[in-house]
C-alpha cells in the first residue's frame, strides 16, 4: 500500500486530504477513500511509471471537464515528488451496481423499459463524448454501473479515455473490442467505439456475447488464441443472415434464444448491419449513437405490460405480424391507446412517458420527460397524461372543443384527442 490509514496528503497549495480507507486494488492501481473538510471522494494512484503523454492525457481531461453527468470523471489531478501520479474523483453512489452484475442475475433491471432507458442513457453518453472528440478506448463490462430501480448509467474507469485514433497502452478486453482493433490494424476511435457499445446494447439486451455461438465447441479451451479468432481475425455474428454455424447453443444460450426473439426488427437490423456489415464498412455501416437513440427510443415507446402476468413485450408496430397474445401467458393483447406525433407511436399505460425527443425532431435529448402517464386515484379507470411543461398546451376533441391545459396540469386519455404542444408539434391520442 502506498498510503497508510490517516495518512495526510495535500493537493495543490493548501487542501489537505486524509486517507480513511483502502477501497480497492487492481494491476493499474490503488484506490483509496479520502476526505477533505468532511466531503469524501475516491484517489486512484498507478502503481508504477506513467508515461508523459498518459499524465498529459489525464490532466487535459481534468481541464476540459466531464462530457456528461452519466461519467464518474476524474476532477484533480495527484502528484508526488517521488513520481507517483494520480487522480481524484467522486465516490460511486452506493445504488449504483455493477454492470457485471446484472449480466449474471444478481441485479436484474426493476422492468424492460428501465433497461432500455439505461441503454439510450449509454448512447447519449457516448454520442456526447465523440462530440468532445474523444473515444473510450477500454469499453468492457466492469467500466459500467447501473441504478436497477431507475435505470441511470454511472461509466467508470475513465483515465484512460484519450483523443480519437489516440492510443495510450490500454485497448480493453477482446469479447468487447471491434476486429480491427484485436487484430492491430486500426487505432482506436469513435468507429472502434461504435463496434463495442453494439457489443454492450446486445449483452444488455440479450444476456450474451454477439460472437459466442456454436463456434465455442471449436475450442477445448476458450485461451488467448480462441478469443482472438472469434473477435479479431474471424468474428461471426450469431444470427448472421447467410452463415449459420455459429448460432446461440441450445441449453447453454437460453438467454440469447429466447430474448432474442421477441426484440423488434429494427433493433435485430441495427445489430446485423453493425456486427456483419460493420466488418467490411467500419465507417459507414456501423449504428451510430444518434441511430441507437432513435430505435430504442421507438422500442420503449413501444412497449406494453400484460395485464394478466405483468410480461412486457412490444406492440409489433413494425413486425411481420403484431402480438395478439402475450409471448409469456398467451392471453389476449390488452386494448391499448396510442398517441401518435411527429412520426412517434407512443403506447400509454401507467408509468409510461412522454419525452422531449417526442415534441421537438431536432432535439438530441431523448431522456428529458415532458409528461407520465397517471390513473385517477378515486377512478382507475380514468387515465391521464400529466405534463411537465413550461408552458400551456390546446386540447380539442372531435366535436372541436377547445380547452387550454397548463402545462403542469392533465391531460384526459380519450380516443381522437388531438394534443397541440406547439405550432410543429401536434398529437392525437387513437
Known amino acids: 500500500m502506498y498510503f497508510k490509514k490517516n495518512e495526510k496528503f495535500t493537493i495543490g497549495e493548501n487542501e489537505t486530504f486524509v486517507v480513511e480507507d483502502l477501497l480497492g486494488e487492481g494491476g493499474q492501481g490503488e484506490v483509496y477513500l479520502v476526505s ?55 465516490l460511486r453512489p452506493k445504488n449504483y451496481v455493477s454492470f457485471v452484475s446484472y449480466l449474471t442475475g444478481k441485479h436484474p433491471f426493476k422492468n424492460r423499459a428501465t433497461l432500455i432507458k ?38 467508470c474507469d475513465n483515465d484512460n479515455v484519450t483523443a480519437d485514433k489516440k492510443n495510450l497502452g490500454i485497448l480493453g478486453k477482446m469479447r468487447y473490442m471491434a476486429p480491427e482493433i484485436v487484430t492491430g490494424k486500426c487505432m482506436p476511435d469513435m468507429h472502434s467505439d461504435r463496434f463495442s457499445l453494439a457489443v454492450i446494447l446486445f449483452m444488455a439486451l440479450c444476456l450474451g456475447n454477439p460472437f459466442e455461438g456454436e463456434r465455442l465447441k471449436n475450442y477445448d479451451i476458450v485461451d488467448e488464441k480462441a478469443e482472438y479468432e472469434m473477435f479479431g481475425s474471424d468474428p461471426v455474428f450469431v444470427y448472421h443472415k447467410e452463415r449459420r454455424d455459429n448460432r446461440p447453443i441450445r441449453g447453454y444460450h437460453s438467454s440469447v434464444l429466447k430474448r432474442w426473439a421477441y426484440i423488434p426488427l429494427y433493433i435485430k437490423e441495427a445489430f446485423h448491419r453493425t456486427f456483419v456489415d460493420g466488418l467490411e464498412d467500419r465507417e459507414n455501416e456501423r449504428t451510430t449513437e444518434i441511430e441507437w437513440l432513435k430505435l430504442l427510443t421507438k422500442y420503449r415507446d413501444e412497449l406494453i405490460t400484460c395485464p394478466h402476468c405483468g410480461y412486457e413485450y412490444i406492440y409489433g408496430f413494425e413486425e411481420k405480424k403484431k ?20 412520426k412517434n407511436k407512443i403506447v400509454l399505460e401507467p408509468e409510461k412517458y412522454l419525452y422531449l425527443c417526442h415534441l421537438d425532431k431536432y432535439t438530441a435529448d431523448y431522456l428529458t420527460a415532458v409528461g407520465k402517464v397517471v390513473v385517477n386515484k378515486n377512478n382507475p379507470s380514468l387515465w391521464g397524461i400529466k405534463l411537465a411543461l413550461d408552458n400551456a398546451v390546446e386540447i380539442k376533441d372531435t366535436s372541436g372543443n377547445v380547452k387550454i391545459i397548463a402545462g403542469d396540469g392533465v391531460v384526459p386519455i380519450i380516443r381522437n384527442l388531438k394534443i397541440k404542444f406547439n405550432e410543429n408539434s401536434v398529437g392525437e391520442i387513437k
Open 323 to 342: 402480438y395478439d397474445v402475450c409471448p409469456s401467458c398467451g392471453k389476449p393483447t390488452k386494448d391499448v391507446c396510442v398517441f401518435t406525433i411527429n
Open 118 to 155: 439505461w441503454c439510450i442513457s449509454l448512447c447519449s453518453a457516448f454520442k456526447k463524448l465523440h462530440e468532445q472528440g474523444y473515444s473510450y478506448q477500454d469499453l468492457n463490462d466492469g467500466s459500467f454501473f447501473m441504478d436497477p430501480d431507475t435505470g441511470a448509467l454511472l461509466i
Open 36 to 90: 477533505n473538510r468532511g466531503q469524501k471522494y475516491a484517489l486512484k494512484i498507478y502503481k508504477g511509471e506513467v508515461s508523459r503523454d498518459f499524465r498529459f492525457n489525464l490532466k487535459n481531461n481534468i481541464e476540459k471537464g466531464s462530457p456528461s453527468e452519466d461519467f464518474l470523471w476524474p476532477k484533480r489531478l495527484f502528484e508526488r515528488v517521488d513520481g507517483k501520479v494520480g487522480y481524484l474523483m467522486d
